[in-house]
Structures are given as C-alpha cells and as structure tokens.
C-alpha cells in the first residue's frame, strides 16, 4: 500500500511537470526502454511505423525511419516494463534477482526487427555475434525475447532464434504456422491461435444464422493464413463464401486500387450482408478507407483481433456509418494499475532530474548501431495513449514476461528463501523447463501445450459508438463454445433488427435443398414426396422410408404403416355377409322342402336324392365365401379356391344330369331314350357326380401344388398401410380350375337351349337354361371386374360373384319348383313332371285340361 501511494503521488506531481513543460518538449521516455539485470529480457514493440517509403526498392541496406507513432506498441512496451518491476520488487518467483529488458521497435517490418534481433544474440558484453560450431556453452546478451505482435515478424525472427534455441514469447502472432515444433522449436505465445480464433468465427457465423458472407484477408502471412484457416473451416461447416479476396498492403506506392475496388463493388452488388475481414490493422484501414470513399452500404463486419482494437481503425473518419463491428478478443484478466503506471511513466518522462538520473545509469544505449529507440515517444503527451487505454488488452504482453520468469524460476530450483547459486543459465535451459509449462499471471493460470499456445478463452466484442470513438461491448464469449448475450447486440439495420445474410431462404420443415449453381447457400426448396422424408436440416435429397414405413408430403419423420385386409367389420363384408345369410337361408329352405317332399312327382323329377345332393353342394357354395374375409393366412388361401369350386362341381354335375335327362327324353328316338334315360339315374348318374368331382379335385390339387398362393404383404399399394393377401401365382392355372365347372355349365347349357317344350308338362329345360345363362353372366362378369378392381377389394369382388352365382342358379333353377309345391300342390303330378315312355301319347287327349295350366 505505501509503494502504491507512492506511486500515485509520483503520478499526479510528474503528470504536473509534463503539463508544465508544453508539448514542444522533449521527453526521456526513450530512455525507458532499457534496465540492466541480472537476467535481460529482450522486447520487440511496434512503437512506430514506416509512411511513404517503399522497401522493395532498397538498394543498399541502409537504416530505415519509423516516422509514425503507434501508441498500441508503447502500451506493450510499458506493460511488460511494468511486469518486470512487479517481478523485481516482489519475491514469489524470482527473490535476489532482478530482470532486466532491453526493447526496440520493429516499426512492423522485418528488415527493421531483425537487427535488434542481431543485437539480442550479440555475446554478452559486446555487439558481436561469435560463430562457433557448437552453441551450448554460448552466452547471449538476452535471456528470452518477448515478441513481437505481428505474424509476419514473428516468422522471419522465431527462425533466427530457433537456431539458438533462445525462447520467444510472442504477445500478438496468432498465425497456426507457428505452432509447428520441428521448424519454430523455440516459439510461445500468450494468445490463441488463429485456429481458435477462426473456429469462434464460424461458430459465430451459425449461431446467428449467417451462411452467405464474403471473406477478405490482408495480403501478408496473417491474412493470407487466417483466410484459409477460415475458408477451410467455414466450408465444412456449410457457410458458403460469396466473395474472396486479399486486400493489399499500403506501402510505398499506391496499393492496387483495382483489386480494392472490385471486390467493394462485388460486396455491393450482392445479397451479402456479413463480411469476415481476417487483416493486420494496416490493411483494415485502407480495405476501409475505400469503402467509405466509395459509400459502401452498411455490413455487419466481423473482424480479426489484429484491427478490432486499432487506432488506426477506429479514429478513421467515417467509421461509424459502415455498419456493425463484432469481433473476439482475447479475455486475459484485468489490469486495473495500468493506466496510473502510464500516467506515472510520462510524468517521469518529464522530470529533468529522473532523466539525467537514468543517463548516469545507462551509458551506452547502442544506438549508433540501432538508431534511435524510439524518437517519436519523447514527443507525446498522455492525449496520444488516453484512448488505447480505454480498450486496449496489455495482459499478452504483461503475461509473456511472467511466463519467463516462471521458466526461469523453475531452472533456478527458486524457493521462497531465495535462488541457490549457479552458473548462469543458458536459453536452451530455460526452454527445456518452458514446454508444457504452467504459470500464473494476475490470477490467471494459463499452460503452454505441446505447439507452444496457451488456454485462452475470447470475449466476443461490440463497436458501440459514444461520439467519435466506439465503445467495445461485450456480448459474448468463447471457450471451446460460444455464449452469446443477444439483449446486449445493437444492429445497424433500420428496425435494430438482426441481418440476414443468406443466399437463400431457410427451407422449411419436410423440404430439402435443390443447390443452383456452385454455391451450396444457393438452392431451390423441393418438398419431400409421400413415402419419403427429411432427415436432417441440411439434407439435399429426401431419404425414402423403409417398406413398412409411409410418410406424407413434406414430412420430417416417418410413420409405421398399420396392415390391412377385408375385415368382417367393414360395410361391404356385413353386405355381404347378409346377402349370404339370404342365399343361405333361401337353400336351407329349399332343400328342406324337397326333403320333405321327396317323394312326390315334382322333386323325382328334378332328381330326387341328386336334387337335394345339390342344394346341399349349393349351400357350400355359398359357405365358402366365408374364406375371404379376415386376415389372410397360409390355410386360409390354400383353402378358398378348392372349398368353392368343388361343391360348385357337385351342383352343376347334378344340373348336367337333369339337362341330359331332359336332352334324352325330348330330342332321341324312344328306343334310345329309355336305354339313355336308366344311364342317366341310379348308379351310373352318381358315378358321372363323383367323376366331375375327381376330375376337379385333380386339377385343384395340381394347382395347389404347382401354383400355390401365398400370402403376401403389399407395402407400396396402399398410401399409409400394408395390404396382407393372398396372391395368385399363376392366372392360367387360375382359370383351368374353372374349366371343369365351365364345361359342365356349357354342356347344360347346349343341352337345354334347344329343347323344345311339350304341351301339358313341366318345362325343366327353361329353367336349366337361366340358370347356367346366370352363371355365365356372373362369371364372365367376374374377369374384367376382377382384373380392373384395386387389390384391396378383389377378395370382396370374389365373394360377390360367388354369392350372385349361388343366388343366380337357386332362384332360376330351383325356387319355381318350390313355388309350385307351396303355391300349387294340385300340378304335383306324374303326368305334369314325369309323363310317360312315350313322350307323353297318353296324355295327348288331356291336353285340352292341361294345356291351360302349362308352366
């Protein structure tokens, strides 16, 4: 606590001095940059920056001239100055040694950067680099080397100290290229990588929905690097890329203006409202200096760390009218002594008595073989560095020092008594103790990995503008995942609301992606036909459900398909099914009848035992229909057709045998008739029955066993549910199982037609004729229903045409013979239905009281 009033005090009254002494004077704030050690610490700092020189047209290797200030480089320099003091005044690490540094500017070239580098590996005590053929025993005049800030640096210097194994800690180079061990051995970091970095980008990117951006990269290692880090990243994640290109650097000349203005202009012209700008600040300032000449409309930019937090971006005029600026930044912990320690060395910088002090303390600064530190710092006043200190991160740099210190502390076997003695560490020493270290800076606890990176979670940041300089919000945050704040987003849109940035409107539910052109962003939305589905969001062609699965149009699942067959339930089975129950019980009836009247002329005639045979054939005809409904099952399918067509065999011989009678006794000579007509009865007409019957068991049987039907489920003819049937194998062998009943039906039929009635007898004939006419009509009827109907209702057809056919020969055939034993008993005679041998000759004179009667 006295050390920080102190501190405060010397603050407020050097802040007086500078105040005091005017802008013209010059500072010693220059003078600052190095402190004598036990151990020095090399620093490389953007304090300035080269205007209006072209490097490329160098002829002779002569010195360079930073002419620019750069007040972010200053900010670095002091915080690791400032980190190096806590580490010398405190005893946790390093107790009875004291830190030195030694920092220089880069002016954020390499040509510039790399002779402080040559000064760093100088031999401790001189300006020379000694060349030995083994380096072990060698003793450089710094221990490790914090920085510097840019990629493009660090790329040309980490190589250089690699060779020496001296440990470099950069505050700043993010590009992934560093993280290769076997070229950059000697690399460290204090920042994420721009893998991370350009993971939370397109992290980002999803979370809000943005998937047609354009990507531009300033044309150095670290745009060109982190553009493809991004672009790779991006595509595999679905983000599509509308716009690609490299902003080019501005120096010496013109940059290509060309180049610059084409992809504004492309940017314009499309739907693209996202722009993904992965460049140094440099580059960022020119990309949007063109932008604001050329009044780009407003985008959301997301930016790379390099610019988020650059003056050179934010004090641009115009800044605030090119839309919203989001962007991560490395979270780190906070600093909150740091703009008092600021503050106090520019008033210190002020004081002519602390200047001539540091000038009795460090004679020689080198600068006749470096130039000049950094002219430009003894020329500011706290107004340049006031606002980098509102947003500007110092803890990489500030962190940095204490990861050295950690590893030199580690080396040193330090405790809290002290350092025991030793021969002086060497930089390979120190970097044995740095891989996979741990270290703790300002509470934080952070760890070098394998590559040389660090554990560092992102802060995703806001622009929010207060007057002339924007605010930087935070909205969110990224450790391995992002959390966003969406209460705290401020769009520029005119609603506030959240652009869109997308080729093509989201599809929706049960639509997949029909891509147009060479963009996956760009498609055509085509709903999912029934029986198919989307699976997933991004889906590009609809996934077709399984056989047992059915789904409707535009569908994102799909559903069981249920079974289904001619249950009894249904309407048309209960029709049916009454309809039997008619037919049925018209045949109980009837053969009731001719049981009990089996001795009279009229059921002799018809056949007596093979009448009642017949009907009861008639009546199995009609029970077979009984097959059909419910669910199908093996026995079931081998049974209908055998069930119907045998009875039906057994009716239609009988009817065969009534017709060869009536054929007989009408159209052959007496002679012939007779003999005929004893065939035709007794055993020989029941013989003929079960020989029609044999025979269609025979052919039911091959088709049973050649053709068998089988139960099948259907699951693509019915929209939503899984027909079960029986399916016929083979149609032909089908319609030889009718071809026995056919042929008896047609030989009835030939039979009867052409008979001619006789006066005062029973016209059988007649009947016998309707009857198989009502067979054929029902039958022939059958074929091109059957063929036409859906499967679903083919076995209800079946039904129908077997009920109609049984209905067709009862009432025909054998209802008028019932309607005259009820109706008219009296026409119950031999003479009426029998007749005699002769054709009825006797009868003849009776014709006249018969004649009348007649049927």
């Avoid at 010195?63 to 480089?73: D, I």
């Avoid at 180079?173 to 460290?188: G, I, Q, Y």
């Avoid at 354009?214 to 595509?235: I, P």
Wanted: charged residues 15%.
């Amino acid at each position: 606590m006295p050390s920080l009033a102190l501190l405060g005090l010397a603050a407020l009254l050097g802040l007086t001095a500078l105040l005091g002494r005017g802008k013209g004077a010059p500072l010693c704030l220059s003078r600052q940059l190095r402190m004598q050690g036990d151990y020095v610490l090399g620093g490389l700092f953007p304090l300035g920056s080269v205007d209006g020189t072209d490097l490329g047209d160098r002829l002779q290797p002569n010195a360079t001239v930073c002419t620019r200030f750069s007040s972010l480089g200053l900010l670095w320099a002091l915080a690791m100055k400032m980190a190096v003091e806590e580490i010398n005044n405190g005893s946790a690490l390093l107790p009875g040694l004291h830190l030195g540094y030694d920092l220089y500017d880069t002016c954020s070239e390499p040509v510039v950067a790399m002779k402080p580098s040559l000064i760093f590996m100088a031999k401790a005590g001189s300006c020379n680099i000694a060349a030995y053929c083994n380096y072990t025993q060698y003793q450089p005049r710094v221990l490790a080397v914090i920085g510097p800030y840019s990629s493009e640096l660090a790329l040309v210097t980490s190589k250089f100290f690699s060779f020496f194994l001296v440990p470099q800690v950069s505050y700043g180079a993010s590009t992934d290229r560093l993280s290769n061990r076997e070229v950059f051995p000697s690399f460290f970091r204090t920042v994420p990588s721009d893998q991370v970095q350009a993971t939370a980008m397109v992290e980002l990117l999803q979370e809000l929905g943005w998937n047609w951006v354009a990507a531009v990269g300033s044309d150095d290692e670290y745009g060109r690097q982190g553009l493809s880090l991004f672009s790779s990243l991006a595509n595999a994640r679905g983000i599509c890329i509308a716009h690609e290109g490299l902003v080019p650097l501005p120096h010496g000349g013109s940059p290509r203006l060309g180049t610059v203005q084409s992809l504004l202009h492309q940017v314009n012209q499309s739907s693209v409202q996202v722009v993904v700008l992965f460049a140094s600040a440099h580059a960022a300032r020119t990309l949007f200096s063109y932008s604001i000449r050329g009044k780009l409309s407003p985008k959301v930019w997301v930016a790379s760390e390099a610019w988020l937090t650059s003056d050179l971006v934010m004090t641009l005029p115009g800044m605030a009218e090119v839309g919203t600026v989001l962007g991560f930044l490395q979270q780190g912990a906070p600093i909150p002594e740091f703009p008092a320690y600021v503050q106090t060395r520019l008033a210190l910088a002020a004081d002519p008595t602390f200047c001539a002090s540091l000038d009795a303390e460090q004679p020689g600064l080198e600068e006749h073989v470096v130039g000049p530190r950094c002219p430009q710092c003894d020329h500011i006043t706290l107004e340049n560095v006031s606002a980098g200190l509102l947003h500007h991160q110092t803890f990489a740099a500030y962190a940095a020092v204490y990861a050295v210190a950690q590893a030199l502390h580690n080396t040193l076997l330090c405790d809290a008594s002290g350092c025991p003695p030793r021969e002086p560490v060497r930089p390979w020493q120190l970097l044995e103790n740095m891989y996979n270290m741990s270290f703790r800076a300002r509470g934080l606890v952070l760890r070098f990995d394998a590559s040389g990176n660090v554990n560092m979670a992102y802060d995703l940041k806001l622009w929010v503008w207060r007057e002339l300089t924007p605010e930087l919000r935070t909205v969110g945050t990224f450790s391995g995942r992002l959390e966003l704040w969406r209460s705290q987003m401020r769009w520029h849109t005119p609603g506030k609301q959240q652009p869109v940035s997308q080729c093509s409107r989201q599809c929706r539910e049960g639509q997949v992606r029909r891509v147009k052109g060479f963009h996956s962003c760009c498609y055509d939305c085509v709903d999912c036909k029934a029986g198919s589905y989307q699976r997933n969001p991004d889906d590009l062609l609809c996934t077709q459900c399984d056989q047992d699965q059915w789904s409707p149009d535009r569908s994102t699942r799909c559903f069981p398909r249920k079974p289904t067959f001619l249950a009894w339930g249904e309407p048309a089975v209960l029709a049916l099914l009454m309809l039997l129950a008619l037919a049925l019980g018209l045949v109980l009836a009837a053969l009731g009848l001719f049981i009990w009247h089996r001795d009279s002329p009229l059921v002799r005639a018809s056949g007596g035992p093979r009448a009642c045979f017949g009907l009861a054939c008639l009546g199995l005809v009609c029970l077979s229909v009984l097959l059909f409904p419910g669910k199908p099952g093996p026995a079931s399918c081998l049974a209908q057709q055998p069930l119907l067509h045998l009875p039906l065999t057994g009716c239609l011989s009988t009817l065969f045998l009534q017709a060869a009678e009536i054929f007989v006794g009408s159209e052959l000579p007496p002679s012939w008739a007779d003999e005929l007509r004893g065939r035709l009865r007794g055993f020989w007409a029941w013989l003929l029955v079960l020989l029609a019957m044999l025979a269609e068991a025979t052919l039911c049987a091959w088709y049973l066993v050649a053709f068998p039907p089988e139960v099948v489920t259907d699951w693509w003819l019915l929209p939503t549910e899984a027909l079960v049937h029986c399916r016929v194998r083979s149609w032909i062998s089908f319609g030889l199982v009718h071809a026995t009943n056919a042929m008896l039906a047609f030989l009835c039929f030939l039979g009867t037609f052409l008979v001619q009635s006789q006066p005062g007898r029973y016209n059988g004939a007649r009947g016998l004729t309707f009857a198989m006419l009502a067979y054929f009509i029902t039958w022939i009827s059958f074929v091109p229903l059957f063929a036409n109907v859906h499967v679903v209702h083919q076995p209800a057809v079946q039904m129908g045409t077997i009920l109609l056919c049984a209905l067709g020969i009862l009432v025909t055939f054998h209802l008028p013979k019932c309607y005259l034993l009820l109706q008219q008993p009296e026409l119950n005679t031999p003479e009426f239905f029998l007749g005699d041998n002769t054709r009825g000759q006797s009868s003849r004179g009776r014709g006249g009281e018969t004649r009348g009667k007649n049927k």
